[in-house]
């Protein structure tokens, strides 16, 4: 049983309210990360808006600490890794071939056990990452010290809404009524997609991640479309249709090989110590070390019995048998713990790498049907993309004294919430639009999805896929952002470009900033504060341009389903 001492400790934590206004913003952020994931091919950390808005809210409805504040945001954010781990997976299926042969049950299901495998796993190692270890988590870190400055007020929500506004106006506008182009500035280059896409989405990731990272990025689709296809072909080295094959193939390996360096140096290393403070860790029975039952001995056992009736399930519902359902549980837990290493380390969570790697290792030891392999590959992203969120929420959690029971239990019901929204959402979009729109060049990218099919069904270009890897192993241990530059090598040149000038955007604000401040004769502390105010202004009005259209995305997919069967 729990000791009383400990439900205590949550009250005013997890609460009634929270649940409800996390849960509601869970299927908003939910839905908007699987159309962003599959739009854009990429998913930013939605941890420190959730924590925003989760405040704001909170204050709304009266007085709020930043522990229910910090749970709250839990709750909401949880759902987003969930569709993350689907959307890097499962539509490499699609664009296989396999789109019928894969239902909402599937979906669900994969999302389902990803969950529970992460929730398990993070059960169990939790102490070890954030109280023995003590690694950084630099976004549950940042989303801590974004709760402690921020003072939730009506400007933040005409500023979240306003700009949420604004961007579905303008979706509507050019998706639904064609009033305004989807493509701007585009020009004849053969091979090559040169144009900017008419995307407050696009422009806002640029702008949230920053101007460093997407410079990376951009050199990448400069160095593919350009050095490549439009050089080599110039060269007269191979043909268009070559030419992009080994850019895919490019992209493909320096991704791939930034993953396997995260593993290789800032993991394994790592493994011993891991396993020595895991049994450190189970040597002490206390209510603060459990998270499930009030006792670590119960939880071992509960931890045990899950993964088994887990691995029954995988089995059984997925048709997968009982060698490979016995080795995606297992390997899933390894792959867990590889995820909060490198989130804690680097901020970073190769989830859909760490699915490639299980897929392959199912692949070598059983014959098990193509489509199959999606199921295998999915369930180890959702939990490791589930494992990331919810170890940087127990860091925040732990700079803010927050109860980790309290945040775990947030995490499940998100977690939960958002298996079947981040399914259902799935279906919507294949549905609506159909699996020829899955690719690349296609109109959602789906970029690791499609890598992910690339290695089931075969690499265009495998000398030049290894020669990728190998240098994206080396990147990394030189300290250069390799997934960075993979990313743009693979996507369409019209993407990089745009997020590009979002990044722009993002260097101009904070000079601007900089500027304002320095003739403004104030204090390093008003100055910091100015700065933390300013800062969250952007975050908010970028959060809330890139929510905007990826949830009218969403409701426009749901329409055109409703339509159809109605037609």
Known sequence: MSNPSNRASMRGQLTLRGVVIGVLGCVIITASSAYTALKMGALPWPIVFAAVI?????????????????????????????????????????????????SWLDMFIVALVGTILGLLATALIHRHFIVDAALEFPTGNAAAQTLRATEAGGKTGKQLFGSMAIAGIYSVLRDALGVVPSMLCTLNIPGVTFAIYNSPMLLSIGFLVGFAP????????????????????????????????????????????????????????????????????????????????????????????????????????????????????LFTFVTTIMSAQSCG????????????????????????????????AGIVAVACGLAGDVMNDFKAGAVLGTNPRAQWIGQAIGGIVGALVAAAVMVALVTAYGPDAFGPDKSFVAAQASVVATMVSGIPSVPWFVGGFIAGIVMYWLGIPAMMIGLGVYLPFYMSLTAFLGSCVKLAYDKWAARRDATAGLSDEEKAAKDAAFQEQGLVVASGLLGGESIVGVILAFVSVGLSLLG
Do not use: C
Not at 54 to 76: D, R, W, Y
């Open 345 to 376: 380390q680097t901020g970073i969570d190769p989830m859909e790498i760490f699915g490639l790697i299980v897929m392959l290792i199912v692949a070598a030891f059983a014959q098990i049907a193509q489509v199959k392999l999606f199921f295998i």
């Open 214 to 329: 997407v410079a990376f990025w951009f050199a990448g689709a400069l160095l593919g479309n350009f050095g490549i296809i439009v050089g080599g072909t110039a060269a007269g080295l191979f043909d268009v249709v070559t030419a992009q094959g080994i850019v895919k193939s490019l992209g493909m390996g320096l991704m791939m090989g930034f993953g396997v360096a995260v593993v290789l140096k800032d993991i394994l290393p790592q493994v011993a110590g891991i396993v020595r403070g895991l049994a450190a860790d189970s040597s002490t029975d206390t209510d603060e070390q459990s998270l499930i039952s009030g006792s670590l001995k119960l939880d071992a056992g509960i931890i045990g019995l899950g993964a088994a009736a887990i691995a029954v399930i995988v089995a059984i519902a997925l048709d997968l048998g009982p060698v490979p359902a016995v080795i995606v549980t």
């Open 54 to 102: 989760s405040l704001f809210f909170l204050k709304l409805m009266g007085n709020a600490s930043l522990n229910e504040a910090n749970v709250t945001h839990t709750i909401m954010s949880a759902g987003a890794m969930v569709a993350g781990g689907l959307a890097f997976t499962i539509p490499g299926a699609w664009m296989l071939g396999y789109a019928d042969q894969i």
